[in-house]
């Protein structure tokens, strides 16, 4: 049967980033590529570009900001966006993509930064961890096999930000971002890099205005693949590409990837 692998990828501007994504999908053949912060409206969407290397695609987005996309070499079933309900905003549809690939659940989301913890933006991000939880309640089971990922702008513990001690006061590692975080995670869901890379200084974003940042360690890991425990416990390999962010006009971020058996080998 082979293996199901995925990974996620924060694009910041996937026009901008073409030059890497196709190659790099090419190169590396995943059957799932989640994108986040696409920034591109839909009508302008590069969707020959992956129809050419053999991927469907899927998208929702915004022109010049958000925005998400789910390409995949399999057919792709079930496109629904945003949470589903009556309080959707039309930024909610281009923070959330879902759908299913095969016999797993995909949920791709670009949670809200969160700017500052005095403003109003950092509520709407900790409502969205309890509006995730809510969706994970209502939609999917714990005990089926279900994918969420992408760009969740939250590190997690002290040894997945380069400075712990001088960024407690961050929206991405203040303790009531890691809280919500882990209140989703209590859901049902299994961190799969984590599972199977302990080691701390491993990272998927760089900042842009740190000279050098990627070879003084100097980043944060706040992108994730999270699955469900059916799921996780079929992982064999998860790791971090760093080669993309020391590419040409790179991503502040680079690509997270997961392959997992599948069911019977």
Known sequence: MGHFSIATFNANSLRARLHIVIPWLEENAVDVLCIQETKVQDRDFPERSFKEIGYNVIYKGQKSYNGVAIASRHEIKDRLTGFGGPDDSPED????????????????????????????????????FKRLRDLFNRDYSPDRPLVWCGDL???????????????????????????????????????????????PGQYTFYDYRIPNAVKRHMGWRVDHIFATVTLAERAVKAYIDLAPRSAERPSDHTFLVAEFKRPGD
């Not at 549809?93 to 989301?109: E, F, G, M, Q, S």
């Not at 949670?111 to 409502?127: S, T």
């Not at 002290?158 to 995670?185: G, T, W």
């Open 93 to 128: 549809k281009a923070r959330l993509i879902r759908c299913r690939v095969r016999d797993i659940a995909i949920v791709n989301t670009y949670v809200p930064q969160g700017k500052a913890l005095e403003d109003p933006h950092f509520q709407i991000k900790l409502g969205w």
């Open 153 to 199: 702008n939250v590190a997690p513990e002290a040894r997945d930000v380069y400075a712990p001690d001088q960024f407690m006061d961050h929206v991405c590692f203040h303790i009531n971002s890691r809280k919500a975080l882990e209140e989703v995670k209590a859901w049902g869901f299994v961190d799969v890099f984590r599972r199977l890379n302990p080691d």
